[in-house]
């Protein structure tokens, strides 16, 4: 027999708490994508519990599509998780590589200047200032330019540059290329690990932009999806394309509580459908700065 009485008893225990736990991890998950798709008037019918609907419906992903204010506001989240992650990105990887040279002059007082931004955070009110006496109240672009460096994803992809050998960047010296040459044929092609994996860090954030939206932007028009989910689910008078979420509902004959779980699934898809593609790199990537040498 292959192993003690013990050691499969504790292998049960084992693979039954595991397994109870992923059931209420996914449980909720798998709640809101089922109201979401049930028909209105199954949903309605069985009081709001439906573990396995007879019917399915669109309705309230139709809803939301041809609301004016969940479009403006999907888009404006596409824009930031688009846009802001591509921006971040270059910023990032272009500082990473400035601070890695060794010849760059005052390189550790640039060094000791990010650690101070990791390790002090001026506030809400200092922020709040800056972005004000910059003109960019109510601007999109207030919830990129203030977050545009992650002074922590700057010094671990620093780490990730330190490792690529010197010879190629020597080689490339010496075919003629500068530092801006060398930087996007040598070094941002080898670099995949660190641009996906910071690439998603990025993306994840600017999608759930929500504290600095409230903060920033006034305009209704132009709060990002974060923003809006939160009033519908929080709100029961949340006002949408000039009338309110239950008049709405009432006219459309939908339940509301349906049309909060198609937005959940809306704001909640399009990051876990990007993850497959950027798993290959990602597991590298997470990696950075963890072995040296």
Not at 61 to 71: G, I, P, V
Not at 128 to 155: E, F
Not at 250 to 273: D, F, G, Y
Request: aromatic content about 12%; proline content about 4%.
């Amino acid at each position: 027999m292959k192993g003690s009485f013990g050691g499969r008893i504790f292998n049960i225990v084992n693979a039954v708490t595991l397994v109870v736990i992923g059931i209420i991890t996914v449980f909720p998950l798998y709640y809101v994508f089922i109201i979401s798709f049930t028909d209105p008037y199954e949903y309605l019918q069985k009081s709001g519990f439906v573990l396995f609907p007879q019917s399915w419906s669109l309705g309230s992903y139709r809803y939301l599509l041809d609301t004016d204010t969940f479009k403006n506001a999907t888009l404006v989240s596409t824009f930031l998780a688009t846009v802001g992650t591509g921006l971040s990105l270059i910023f990032t990887s272009a500082m990473a590589f400035g601070i890695s040279r060794k010849r760059l002059r005052g390189r550790r007082i640039l060094m000791l200047m990010i650690l101070l931004t990791i390790l002090f955070n001026p506030g809400i009110i200092p922020n709040y200032i800056v972005v004000r006496d910059l003109g960019m109240i109510n601007s999109v672009w207030s919830l990129i330019i203030p977050v545009l460096i992650s002074g922590w994803n700057a010094i671990l992809m620093k780490s990730f540059f330190d490792s690529i050998p010197v010879e190629l960047e020597d080689a490339a010296m010496i075919d003629g290329c500068n530092d801006i040459g060398t930087f996007f044929r040598i070094v941002l092609p080898l670099s995949a690990p660190a641009l996906a994996a910071f690439g998603l860090f990025y993306a994840v954030g600017y999608w759930n932009t929500f504290f600095n939206a409230i903060l920033f932007i006034n305009d209704y028009t132009k709060v990002p999806l974060q923003v809006l989910l939160r009033t519908m689910l929080i709100d029961s008078e949340t006002s949408t394309g000039g009338a309110s979420a239950a008049e709405m509902v009432s006219e459309n004959q939908l339940p509301k509580q349906t049309i909060k779980m198609a937005a959940v699934v809306i704001a909640t898809v399009p990051i876990l459908a990007v993850y497959p593609f950027l798993q290959k790199h990602f597991a590298k990537g997470v990696m950075l700065g963890s072995v040296k040498g």
